[in-house]
């Protein structure tokens, strides 16, 4: 099990740019595959982008180009930079992790933080 939180949510004119952190727990951190999804209201969680124990990226085809993501080791945290933001990407933010990365990519993992809100305005 690891435990994670999220930051660094907030309120940002459409354009604008804003960082998630994702703090874990353990010492194993390093082991783990990591994800970004995101809910709207009304709608299902989707995957945002994810990044293996190896550091492998994948990400959903609308952010492709304008998020990032990346991870520090040393610190146990995973980011994601989020640049050119678009109201439609108004949503709550979850981080999640498993040593397991098709569990990650499925989101079946049990490993989830408690969410930061992005408001996007326009």
């Known amino acids: 099990q690891v435990q994670l939180v999220e930051s660094g949510g907030g309120l940002v004119q459409a354009g604008g740019s804003l960082r998630l952190s994702c703090a874990a727990s353990g010492r194993t951190f390093s082991n783990y595959a990591m994800g970004w999804y995101r809910q709207a209201p009304g709608k299902q969680r989707e995957l945002v982008a994810g990044?293996?124990?190896?550091?492998?990226?994948n990400y959903a085809a609308s952010v492709k180009g304008r998020f990032t993501i990346s991870r520090g080791n040393a610190k146990n945290t995973v980011y994601l930079q989020m640049n050119s933001l678009k109201p439609e990407d108004t949503a709550v933010y979850y981080c999640v992790g498993d040593l397991n990365w098709s569990t990650v990519v499925r989101g079946t993992s049990a490993n989830w933080g408690q969410g930061t809100q992005v408001t996007v305005s326009s």
């Open positions: 990044i293996s124990s190896g550091g492998i990226t």
